[in-house]
C-alpha cells in the first residue's frame, strides 16, 4: 500500500493531474514525435529538479514553472473543479486557476526530495483518437520499474499533456476527489475554495 501511494505521489509530482473528461475534441497537426519531445522534455527537466540538490523551496518553485510551461493547466484546473466551474465567475476562474497551480507545486513538488535517483524513461508514443499516448518506465530506488502514459494533446494550440495514467489510475480523478472534498466543506463556496488552496498543499 505505502509503494502504491509512493508511486501516485511521484508521478503526481511530475504530472500533477489532467482531464480524461475533458479530452479534446480535435487535434490541430499533433505527430507521435511533437508528443513524444514534449514528454522528453517533461521528464529532463523534471530529473534536473531532482538531482539538484536543491532547497525544498527552490524544489517547489522549480516544479511550479515546470507544471506551467509543459501543462494545459487552465483545463485542468478546470477539470477539477469538475461542474461548479459552470457557475464561477471568470474571475473566480481565473483566481482558482493560480491558487490550483500553486497547490500542486507544493503538494508534489515537497516530494522530489525523496525520490532521488529516480528514472523516468520514455518507450513509444501512439495516436488515440484526438489525442498522443506517450508510454514510460518509471522506476525508483528500490522498487521495480512501472508503466506511466502521458496524454498529449495541441488544442491549446501548442502540445501539452492534459492526462497521466499510472498503471490504469488517473491522476486527475484523483485531484477531481480532492478538490471536491474541499469545496464540499466549504459548503460549495468557491472563494473560500481558493482561500483554501492558496495555504494547502
Not at 501516485?8 to 475533458?22: Q, T
Not at 523551496?57 to 477539470?79: N, T, W
Not at 489510475?169 to 460549495?188: T, W, Y
Amino acid at each position: 500500500m505505502q509503494s502504491e501511494t509512493t508511486r501516485r505521489m511521484f508521478l503526481g509530482g511530475v504530472a500533477a493531474s489532467g482531464l480524461v473528461a475533458l479530452t479534446p475534441a480535435r487535434a490541430l497537426a499533433l505527430s507521435d514525435a511533437q508528443a513524444t519531445q514534449l514528454v522528453d522534455r517533461v521528464v529532463a527537466d523534471i530529473n534536473k529538479v531532482i538531482a539538484s540538490g536543491g532547497s525544498l523551496s527552490q524544489m517547489i518553485s522549480q516544479f511550479e514553472r515546470i507544471f506551467a510551461r509543459y501543462a494545459d493547466v487552465p483545463i485542468i484546473a478546470r477539470s477539477a473543479l469538475g461542474v461548479d466551474a459552470r457557475r464561477a465567475s471568470s474571475g473566480q476562474l481565473r483566481a482558482y486557476t493560480s491558487a490550483f497551480q500553486g497547490y500542486i507545486a507544493r503538494k508534489y513538488g515537497k516530494r522530489f526530495e525523496e525520490f532521488v535517483g529516480g528514472e523516468i524513461t520514455v518507450q513509444g508514443t501512439r495516436q488515440v483518437k484526438s489525442f498522443h499516448e506517450v508510454r514510460a518506465s518509471v522506476k525508483l530506488r528500490g522498487q521495480s520499474p512501472f508503466q506511466v502514459n502521458f496524454l498529449v494533446s495541441d488544442k491549446s494550440g501548442k502540445p501539452r499533456f492534459f492526462d497521466m495514467i499510472i498503471e490504469g489510475i488517473s491522476l486527475r480523478l484523483s485531484e477531481k476527489e480532492e478538490i471536491g472534498a474541499m469545496l464540499d466543506r466549504r459548503k460549495g463556496n468557491i472563494d473560500q475554495l481558493v482561500a483554501d488552496l492558496k495555504s494547502a498543499g
